[in-house]
């Protein structure tokens, strides 16, 4: 698995780590139990970063006791989201109980209460205790005020949809984050689910075999990857199979410009 710096903040996240958003929301012990088998399979794949949020209901806590007696394998990205402040307290101190005191990379969702969470966490950061902060939207018309943040110095990392489909980060997010030195999580890189639903033939994924990639959710995740200014694509899953084949996705070689526009010809088609 190849890693990525995220940004500035001197942390080396691999390229394709996991979303929690729906998949891990789950409270009966056996969805828990077999929550920690997906987190199994994409340790040994080398996903070893994972990013949820207060926001989805239960999947920071059974993130968090998948990871028991061995939280320093792990980097986590989690969020706070909340415009109370007492709340907003409530969430970080729930976070830091489930992650053993430390958040590697601790994000504003949705930008939401922004000055003040913002605070709070670079605060937790001159504690040691964050690792990297940063901001997320999944909507393009906050795209101007995630960029204004990226602009500040603030944050060392965003988080942003991007897919075959959704490609309005191209334009001026992604050049900015390179200017910025900031790293790019990407969510919904399988289009919430949708795109991996679509079913190529074997004839037409065969131009992206010498790639090292044999299944349609490889080349999704691959064509992400191939553009360098994307650090990680975070795609959500709750099937350990699924974790192992997103997890070969990460190495190269990464497609050229003739692949990548293949790929968005064939999406297209489907
Ligand atoms: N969507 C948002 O608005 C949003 C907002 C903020 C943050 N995020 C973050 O970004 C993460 C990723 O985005 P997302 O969860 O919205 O969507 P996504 O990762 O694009 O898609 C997830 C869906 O893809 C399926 N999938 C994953 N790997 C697959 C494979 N190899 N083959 C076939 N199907 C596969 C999963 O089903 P199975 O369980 O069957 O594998 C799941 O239903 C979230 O989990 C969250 O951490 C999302």
């Not at 891990?24 to 994972?50: I, M, S, Y």
């Not at 939207?137 to 603030?154: T, V």
Request: hydrophobic residues 40%; contains cysteine; glycine residues 8%.
């Amino acid at each position: 698995m190849e890693l990525r710096s995220l940004g500035a903040s001197g942390i080396d996240v691999p390229v394709v780590g996991m979303g929690t958003w729906k998949t891990f929301d789950v409270r009966d012990p056996n969805e828990v139990a077999q929550r920690a088998r997906v987190v199994d399979a994409a340790l040994a794949g080398g996903t070893n970063l994972f990013d949820s949020s207060p926001m989805y209901g239960s999947a920071e806590q059974v993130l968090g006791a998948a990871l028991d007696g061995r939280r320093d394998r792990a980097l986590v990205a989690t969020k706070v989201w909340t415009p109370d402040d007492a709340e907003a307290e409530r969430q970080i101190q729930r976070a830091m109980g489930y992650y053993a005191r430390h958040v590697d990379v601790y994000q504003v969702h949705n930008l939401t209460a922004l000055p003040r969470r913002l605070r709070r966490l670079e605060q937790l950061r001159d504690e040691g205790r964050v690792g990297s902060v940063g901001a997320t939207h999944y909507a393009h018309s906050a795209f101007p005020e995630l960029m204004d943040l990226m602009r500040s110095g603030r944050v060392t990392c965003v988080q942003v949809p991007y897919n075959v489909r959704d490609r309005l980060v191209e334009e001026r997010l992604l050049p900015l984050a390179g200017e910025c030195n900031i790293g790019v999580l990407i969510m919904r890189p399988l289009g919430v689910g949708e795109l991996a639903r679509q079913r190529p033939t074997p004839e037409q994924l065969r131009p992206f075999v010498e790639f090292g990639v044999q299944t349609w959710s490889q080349v999704l995740l691959k064509w992400l990857l191939s553009d360098p200014r994307v650090t990680t694509v975070i795609p959500a899953t709750s099937n350990p199979a699924h974790a192992r084949e997103n997890a070969a996705a990460g190495d190269p070689p990464w497609f050229g410009p003739a692949e990548r526009e293949a790929v968005v010809q064939l999406a297209g088609e489907l």
